[in-house]
């Protein structure tokens, strides 16, 4: 797979400078979370995998090629998130953005260009309120500011923040894989403490997450419980839609894509449409036929 998406960007590159957009354009390789180590990935030295909240979970790769970039050959070590990436793009387009709209993301052109500061100060990695609460959790445990029974992570600057159950903990070192399968790999297993529902890590000294300062500083843990409250106040209802048969592979060519058929989807809406008006017309029918009687005059008897 790696082999064909290196050979798909050396296209890609090469139909660039054949044709003359090269110098004005931008390519961006991003991940969008860390590796799964049962399949053959590996986020060591960081802390757990794909699915968690841990920063073998979250922290994500990438890299920006582009003659545009004032600082080649640098590293970025800045804030930057996957919704930063609309914004930045917009702007380098030389695009407008609606002031109305409150974007979630910021532009980080300079940041990645020229190595100045990110304008991004947090990281709301997630909320997951349907998501097993963690038996230990409580409000007492989140100060009366957060229940800690749920799953949720947050970076504030150089501290992080995780409730709940974050998932596997485990340090797993790139290894050989056999058929003997997961038991016999060499990975560093971690028992949570019994009760514990809230970590605290200074993630630019400890990027591998081994020192929960929860206990020390029960400030910053305040601090970063009430920022969730706040990003939670604004916080959608969950909405899982209901399964739909058609999107099974086996109906479409054997591999996940697109299913809904916007043609039969719209055959469906002008039949519904035809049958509201036909139900509208009989219902004035009958109106106008209870209105024939009401209107007529009733011969009374004279005597």
Not at 2 to 18: H, Q, R
Not at 55 to 68: C, D, T, Y
Not at 144 to 169: D, E, F
Not at 242 to 249: A, L, R
Request: glycine residues 10%.
């Amino acid at each position: 797979m790696l082999s064909c998406l290196d050979e798909a960007i050396n296209n890609v590159t090469l139909a660039l400078k054949t044709y003359g957009f090269y110098n004005n354009s931008i390519i961006i390789y991003s991940s969008d979370n860390g590796g799964q180590p049962t399949a053959g990935g590996s986020n060591w030295p960081l802390r757990g995998s794909k699915g968690t909240y841990w920063e073998g979970g979250i922290r994500a790769v990438g890299f920006v090629h582009s003659p545009l970039l004032k600082n080649k050959g640098t590293v970025c070590k800045e804030l930057v998130h996957i919704t930063d990436w609309y914004p930045t793009l917009i702007s380098l387009a030389e695009g407008q953005i609606d002031e109305d709209i409150q974007l979630d993301g910021y532009d980080v052109w300079e940041t990645i260009s020229e190595g100045l500061r990110s304008p991004r100060i947090d990281i709301l990695h997630n909320i997951d309120p349907i998501y097993t609460k963690a038996k230990n959790g409580s409000w007492a445990a989140g100060y009366g500011i957060w229940n800690t029974a749920i799953q949720s992570a947050i970076r504030v600057q150089h501290w992080k923040l995780l409730t709940g159950n974050p998932g596997y903990s485990d340090w797993v070192p790139p290894q050989s894989f056999s058929n003997l399968g997961p038991n016999r790999w060499h990975n560093e297993r971690i028992t949570l403490s019994t009760g514990k529902s809230v970590w605290l890590f200074n993630i630019t000294a400890d990027p591998y997450e081994r020192v929960d300062l929860s206990n020390r500083y029960p400030g910053v843990v305040r601090q970063l419980l009430r920022r969730l409250s706040q990003f939670n106040k604004t916080a959608v209802p969950v909405r899982y839609p209901p399964k739909d048969p058609k999107s099974n592979p086996r109906l479409n060519g054997g591999v996940w894509g697109p299913w809904y058929k916007e043609e039969k989807m719209k055959q469906k809406l002008r039949k519904n449409k035809t049958e509201k008006k036909q139900k509208k017309s009989k219902t004035k029918k009958k109106q106008q036929k209870a209105g024939s009687f009401t209107n007529c005059r009733l011969g009374v008897p004279r005597g």
